[in-house]
């Protein structure tokens, strides 16, 4: 830890002129470069034109928030790496830091062990940051950008990949669908000795197992009706280069002792030949499944797992990643623009906040296609919330029963107050981000309905239903009703008395649950 932070730059944002003096102390032992700035103006100026490592940022700096200010540091120095100082000792506060683009956070009083920790972590990261960025750039130019990131996760997968590259171990690839794992697999490829040899992904569920035998290894004339011709597959197409198996967990069961044997002999043969054939093939594969589990099921071989699983890399979602959401959207729109002859307007705030708002449960894919789609409708405006149609869900496409939006929109005679969403019909925006528009103007076509033909609590049971007619069950009436409630609700230990539950077990169902 003294290694590493002799030598590093580190800035704090602090107004508490005991809390500077300690930190002057404790950096000053460590032969860390150390500057202070009592305002926020000041510390931000220094941030944009100093080059810092870390900055200790004071959540409350006088009547300033250091929390809304996160945003504009980046933007001047977006590889600064930021420590929220903090006394709020709830889980909400740390999770508002970390969403605000903080990177990490420390509780007030905190120890001079736990501050050296906390910036050492960070300052490892930048570095690691910087060689990665540095690898990056001595890529060759193919067309295929390799993966940036912010995200110290990330980073240190990137970093993993580049040490794998050097040798011909066999690389699994996990994670949801949509985290870029082939994005991935071809980096691994340009970075290995094999990079002047071809590259192949194979996507196996596409393909049936008498299709992909055929897709893998080739076939010989007359080996099956319409083979007129021998054909070499793609092992022998990428002899000297990397294979990449996409989606490895769909590998059809009979098929799996043959693909086995090609990766441990380097021998096979083709569909209706004889022939052993070699071919020096690096194998790369990638899946979503749990393949751990297919072993235990019996639906894939315990012997082709540990063939494939010598290197594991698990890729984060992009929820994990958040630091990474802003600008790879912001690459997006330039390929966009370039591909459509659009002009590259960037994003507003509103659209930076949507962005980082959303969960993204379709990952780097749902971003790529939602800026696509962005760019081609948004004409010369920069791209704000609107251009982006986050709230436009799977559920909210569904058509709406009749009378929903009456029943969705309280009476204008009735009092501003947040009412449950478990008596509000099922298509009424199950998903939409935000509760109803209030009373006061409602815009809208229908007339609300009047408290009376309204469904309520105590008018005697109610089945609620989802936009096809289904009756909704238990969970996902709780759900809507936990949904609803952090939505309106300014903290979450407001929204847990609402609910009737404690802060710590609304956390916990809003965790499992995948909502903010």
């Not at 409708?377 to 496409?397: F, K, N, Q």
Request: proline share 7%; aromatic share 6%.
């Amino acid at each position: 830890m003294d290694r590493v932070l002799k030598g590093a730059r580190v800035l704090a944002i602090e107004d508490d002129e005991d809390i500077l003096a300690t930190y002057a102390a404790i950096f000053d032992m460590m032969e860390t470069h150390f500057s202070a700035a009592p305002t926020l103006a000041e510390g931000m100026k220094l941030a944009a034109t100093r080059p810092f490592d870390v900055l200790l940022l004071d959540r409350s700096i006088g009547y300033d928030s250091g929390l809304t200010a996160i945003p504009q540091i980046h933007l001047h120095a977006p590889s600064l790496r930021i420590i929220m100082a903090t006394a709020h000792r709830d889980t909400d506060a740390a999770l508002e830091a970390l969403r605000a683009g903080a990177h990490d956070y420390l509780v007030k009083p905190f120890s001079a062990e736990q501050l050296r920790i906390a910036v050492a972590r960070q300052v490892e990261a930048r570095r690691l940051a910087g060689r990665v960025e540095a690898l990056e750039k001595q890529l060759p130019n193919d067309g295929d950008p390799a993966p940036v990131s912010a995200s110290p996760v990330m980073r240190q997968i990137l970093a993993l990949a580049q040490q794998v590259a050097a040798t011909d171990a066999n690389v699994l690839i996990l994670g949801e669908s949509g985290t870029g794992k082939n994005v991935l697999a071809k980096l691994i490829h340009r970075l290995s000795a094999r990079r002047d040899r071809d590259f192949a992904t194979v996507n196996c569920p596409s393909l049936s197992a008498e299709l992909l035998e055929n897709e893998l290894f080739g076939h010989r004339k007359g080996a099956f009706t319409g083979a007129n011709d021998s054909a070499d597959g793609r092992v022998a197409k990428v002899d000297g280069g990397t294979l990449f198996l996409d989606e490895i967990g769909d590998f059809p069961l009979p098929l799996q002792p043959k693909l086995l044997r090609f990766i441990q002999d380097k021998e096979y043969e083709r569909v209706g030949d004889p022939t052993t054939r070699r071919a020096d093939v690096r194998i790369i594969a990638a899946t979503n499944r749990d393949l751990a589990d297919m072993v235990r099921a019996g639906t894939f071989r315990q012997d082709l797992f540990y063939r494939i699983n010598v290197v594991s890399l698990t890729l984060p979602s992009l929820r994990e990643r958040r630091e990474d959401v802003v600008g790879l959207a912001e690459g997006f729109v330039r390929k966009f623009a370039t591909a459509y002859g659009r002009p590259a307007r960037g994003f507003t705030d509103c659209g930076r906040a949507a962005l980082l708002e959303y969960p993204w449960p379709g990952n780097v894919r749902e971003l790529q296609n939602v800026i696509e789609r962005a760019v081609i409708l948004c004409g010369d405006d920069a791209l704000d919330r609107r251009h982006l149609a986050l709230d436009v869900s799977i559920d909210a496409l569904a058509p709406m029963p009749k009378g929903a939006v009456a029943a969705a929109v309280p009476s204008p005679s009735a009092p501003p107050t947040w009412s449950p969403p478990a008596v509000v019909p099922a298509a009424a925006a199950a998903d939409a981000p935000s509760m109803p528009a209030p009373p006061e103007a409602p815009d809208r076509a229908e007339a609300p309905a009047s408290a009376a033909s309204r469904p309520a609590i105590d008018d005697g049971p109610v089945l609620l239903r989802d936009a096809g007619g289904t009756p909704l069950s238990l969970e996902a009436l709780e759900q809507r009703q936990l949904r609803a409630a952090l939505a309106e609700a300014k903290t979450l230990d407001e929204a847990a008395r609402w609910l009737g539950i404690d802060a710590s077990t609304l956390y916990r169902k809003r965790k499992a649950y995948g909502l903010k």
